[in-house]
């Protein structure tokens, strides 16, 4: 049986890889991943494995991404570090997953369960894998570590006004108008923090609602955004996202 690791922690990586060598040695290991870009791109290009073990948390992402962008014919066992009350989410909705660090007990039971067949190949319209996903959402970013200079500084998310995408790089803004450059894209930040809080209005920037002055009706059936920050071009929301960001006004 070919399986695959996706875990960008190379120690991790190789210590499940033993043990899963010691349980069923006539497993085969065909490749490790460490990211959800190389996933998705090694996954589109080669013939699926017969099982797949999936660390949650990545250097890129989460490998929930993964489900998004390309849909794996496989079963998946998740391996996290995550709280307790995330782990809940995966009792509660029956989604197999080994808790760091690896129990060697704990594995070979999730493998024999998938070799007996009570193990399916789960994807993103998984109704459970959605519902787990909705109570994994309660735990976003509190905090965002930046470097300035030779120095290391850790950014709260209540100080962050805004993300910002400029020259190929993003930037958080904090209230007091100062940019720090994050390790993310915009597109892994909308998953990182509340959507009660921050709203992606366009291609280019991530508003938190404290954030927001004025709304004023624009061209286009678009609005324009007055902060409390400033900004060196004008903060428009785009007109395919109006309707919903006037429903998150309301939540």
Known sequence: MNYIIVEDERLSADRLAGMVNRLFPNFVLVKTLDSVKSAVKWLSENEHPALGFFDIQLADGLSFEIFELIQPRFPVIFTTAFNEYA???FKVN?????LKPIDE???KASVLKFKSGLGKPIG???EAFAKTLQM???SYKSR???KVGEHFRMITIDEVAM??????STFLRTYNGRDFAVDFTLDQIEGLVDPKRFFRVNRKFIIEIKAIQDIVSYSNSRLKLKLVVATDEDVIVSRERVTEFKGWLEM
Not at 94 to 98: E, F, K, N, P, V
């Open 163 to 168: 993300f910002v995408s400029m020259e190929k």
């Open 105 to 107: 007990g704990e594995l």
């Open 87 to 89: 782990i809940k989410a």
């Open 124 to 126: 993103i319209e998984n």
């Open 136 to 138: 994994l959402s309660n």
């Open 144 to 146: 965002f570590l930046v």
């Open 94 to 98: 029956s989604i197999d997953y080994l």
